[in-house]
């Protein structure tokens, strides 16, 4: 008997209409998909190496080791992800781009590296910037990184940025007619805080010889932050025109850093109280002296107490699926 014949039918699969949905719908895609966490509280995935395996060891933030990667140790996890879905076509390059550069924190460890970066980019991307961060690299002393930050190219690439909103600058002596400058030509500047970064824990593993320490020994055994800031008054820069050359914000900075490195509720999180804390990054709420107001200071590279595992599990099957 004859075989019978098989149809074969092929079912296309059907595309589905992203460009029929609305455009505040399509935005909010791209804001999932393209808006990330300042690089300086992004989290390791749990297969990197510089992630913390129990709740005993601090874990290092990306952003202060992705320049020590050693053999088996490079990180990538301060890294933007998902950018190539700009790529898909030019409809979304041009939709999901606005997102992107308005939507984002965008951080660099000096202003060279800033300087080099908007050297990079086009006129249109430097307009649609709403938010930069320049903190100093960890372990800088604040006047050296004073005085090789601050180049004559730093306030001219600022000013390229006529859109920006929000303005983090490192600890820092600000030159004569800095803020009044940037006060006057860039109207959408909202705040300009002074920020950096205050090492309130330097727990050291219990090893004699200090030269035997590995980097990931060493960095996961030191790092608990605080990410201290002093807002810069333009407001009132632009209801006066006042000069801002008499006030010295980085010894501001430097003063309420000091309280915040001696506040006694971070005696407790040094030595017994780490588990208060819902995960790696958290803000504390501290009435500093001389301050009339309570201050919320972020702290970063605290012990993973609640969720460590389950987050690492969930990202190892992640890391297993792809």
């Not at 895609?29 to 913390?52: D, G, N, Q, S």
Request: glycine share 4%; aromatic share 10%; proline share 7%.
């Amino acid at each position: 008997m004859p075989a019978m014949p098989v149809l074969v039918v092929g079912v296309r699969p059907k595309i589905f209409p992203f460009f029929q949905l609305p455009p505040e719908i399509r935005d909010l895609i791209y804001e999932f998909v393209l808006v990330e966490p300042p690089k300086y509280e992004r989290h390791h995935i749990a297969t990197c190496p510089w992630a913390a395996k129990t709740s005993v060891y601090m874990e290092p933030p990306p952003f202060a080791v992705e320049e020590l990667n050693g053999p088996g140790q490079t990180c990538h996890c301060s890294n933007r992800k998902h950018l190539a879905i700009l790529l898909v076509n030019r409809q979304i390059h041009s939709e999901g781009s606005c997102v992107l550069w308005e939507k984002n924190v965008f951080s660099f460890c000096l202003v060279d590296s800033f300087n080099t970066w908007c050297a990079r980019i086009g006129d249109a991307q430097r307009s649609l910037l709403r938010y930069i961060a320049i903190y100093p690299r960890l372990g800088c002393d604040v006047a050296e990184s004073s005085q090789r930050s601050m180049d004559a190219q730093l306030l001219p690439n600022l000013l390229k940025c006529t859109g920006l909103r929000n303005l983090d600058l490192g600890p820092q002596q600000l030159p004569d007619g800095f803020v009044e400058t940037l006060a006057r030509q860039l109207p959408h500047l909202k705040r300009l805080r002074m920020a950096g970064f205050e090492t309130v824990v330097r727990r050291r593993p219990q090893i004699k010889d200090s030269w035997t320490y590995t980097y990931q020994e060493y960095y996961q055994c030191i790092w608990v932050l605080a990410l201290v800031h002093v807002v810069v008054r333009l407001d009132d820069v632009h209801a006066a025109g006042s000069s801002d050359h008499d006030v010295d914000y980085q010894a501001m900075w430097l003063a309420r850093a000091r309280a915040v490195r001696e506040h006694p509720a971070l005696g407790d999180v040094q030595y017994k109280h780490f588990g208060v804390y819902s995960d790696t990054h958290s803000t504390a709420t501290l009435q500093l002296p001389h301050e009339a107001h309570p201050v919320q200071v972020p702290m970063i590279g605290l012990p993973t107490i609640v969720g460590l595992f389950e987050r690492a599990k969930r990202e190892r099957e992640e890391v297993a699926q792809h």
